[in-house]
């Protein structure tokens, strides 16, 4: 059940039932100190550091007792009910909540609810709250301590942000409430109480970098030695691999981890792990996803396809580099699940190839992107050509889905490649292993689109 910070007080007859009739009472130290003990008299226990992996192992000790776990405002938003349900079932699980930090911030701010964003601090890197930094919008931040407002006015001085106004609401809902109140650039005050909340009006600074919420942020946003995605070509990748909320990328090459970056911050969500065989590059992209907000981001300092055998299956892969290394193709394809999508990216004639032969087998869709940008041509203005980006993009069929037929004239010969623009186009995809790399593929080395 949920409690306030006005502890018992503050609590329901339902709530004050299922205590008083608790044998066992699990939960924080500031939790079980709201309680009376003429009240509740079941055995109290202190939850251990670290708590998630304590909890089978806790009400595994007191089955056939009835137990109650007291947790702060609504155990079922970022709070314990999450793992108690995942434990114990909802069937052997009664929820009483009480009303969020949440919920009375935005009562005192005047803020709807359903417009405001929360980011959490608890036991989470504060860095994802910059993924939520938009121009004009709301947010609520729940602190793991005192600490917390301090270091999110200093995360909004380095993402732009300084001008944001930002209150502090300390014990909210208990007679010792209190409202601080300041900007990111000149936060003026220490330390206060640890049971606190921090609201961000989002305020961007002048000239500060805007960063959309769509695939194809600026190439300025990212650290990087060249090894980039550009941003069109990143944007179409993007929609190629069409991220949904929860799913799981490979990035192989990471480079700069653009593409594995943008697939995150499509969904709170997603994830994604970058496997990259350069330490220093490896190390940016690190570097690149706290400063975006996923810091959740996992990189692999591995080359590919070595690097891939221990990996989760993905939903979706992305190949920006590596293309010609033995057997890649084919182990990303055998990998990824059923209804997963594959998305390859070259610069070269010698990959090109590989994912011609590629299409030709599975099908999907293969094209070819060219961006121009104009620049100063004496007093006048033409186009500077960028290296067109050949993409070839599949996906994997349900299993036991049949081999796609390749087109025929009739006779029950395959027809050879046409360039009429009227060939039948192949289906997509079938569960074959890609062919492997020719043998004269073996000595390049692993050329890479991301330029």
């Not at 995942?86 to 009664?94: A, F, I, S």
């Not at 600074?205 to 070509?233: C, I, M, N």
């Not at 960028?386 to 395959?414: E, H, I, L, N, Y």
Request: charge should be neutral; glycine fraction near 12%; hydrophobic fraction near 40%.
């Amino acid at each position: 059940m949920g409690l306030g910070a006005d502890g018992w007080a503050g609590l329901p007859e339902a709530s004050r039932e299922a205590l008083r009739a608790a044998e066992v009472l699990i939960g924080g130290a500031r939790q079980l100190d709201l309680l009376p003990p003429q009240e509740c008299p079941g055995e109290r226990i202190g939850w251990p550091s670290p708590l998630r992996p304590a909890v089978p192992r806790l009400l595994a000790e007191h089955t056939g007792r009835r137990i109650a776990v007291p947790a702060s405002g609504d155990p079922m938003f970022y709070g314990i009910g999450r793992a108690l349900g995942e434990t114990v079932g909802p069937d052997r699980l009664r929820v009483l909540p009480h009303p969020s930090s949440v919920s009375y911030a935005c009562a005192r701010l005047g803020w709807p609810v359903e417009d405001t964003e929360t980011v959490t601090a608890v036991g989470r890197p504060l860095a994802a709250l910059a993924a939520a930094l938009h121009h004009g919008r709301r947010l609520l931040v729940l602190s793991a301590g005192p600490a917390t407002p301090g270091e999110v006015a200093a995360l909004l001085r380095d993402r732009g942000y300084g001008p944001s106004p930002l209150t502090v609401l300390e014990q909210l809902g208990s007679d010792r409430e209190r409202a601080l109140t300041g900007t990111a650039d000149d936060w003026p005050h220490p330390p206060g109480d640890a049971l606190n909340l921090v609201a961000v009006s989002c305020v961007r600074a002048p000239g500060a970098l805007r960063l959309g919420s769509v695939p194809g942020l600026p190439d300025e946003a990212y650290e990087h030695d060249g090894q980039l995605t550009k941003r069109h070509v990143r944007a179409a990748t993007l929609a190629a691999l069409a991220p949904a909320p929860g799913e799981l990328l490979w990035d192989i090459g990471g480079g700069s981890g653009s593409i594995a970056v943008e697939w995150m911050r499509a969904h709170r969500s997603c994830r994604a792990i970058a496997v990259e065989r350069d330490e220093a590059r490896a190390e940016r992209i690190g570097r690149n996803a706290a400063a975006l907000g996923v810091p959740a981001l996992r990189v692999v300092h591995a080359a590919a396809p070595d690097g891939l055998a221990a990996l989760p299956a993905p939903d979706a892969v992305f190949v920006g580099g590596g293309l010609t290394a033995p057997g890649l193709l084919e182990a990303c394809w055998s990998a990824l699940r059923p209804g997963g999508r594959l998305v390859a990216n070259t610069v070269t004639l010698e990959s090109e190839a590989l994912l011609a032969d590629a299409y030709r087998r599975h099908g999907g869709e293969l094209v070819r992107l060219a961006v121009a940008h104009a620049v100063p041509v004496g007093g006048f203005t033409g186009w500077r050509q960028a290296m067109p980006v050949t993409q070839w993009s599949a996906t994997k069929p349900p299993s036991g889905a049949g081999t796609p037929r390749p087109p025929s004239d009739g006779s029950g010969a395959p027809r050879p490649p046409s360039d009429d623009g009227d060939a039948p186009r192949p289906s997509s995809g079938s569960g074959n292993p890609l062919p492997p790399t020719s043998p004269s593929d073996a000595h390049r080395p692993p050329p890479s689109a991301r330029k």
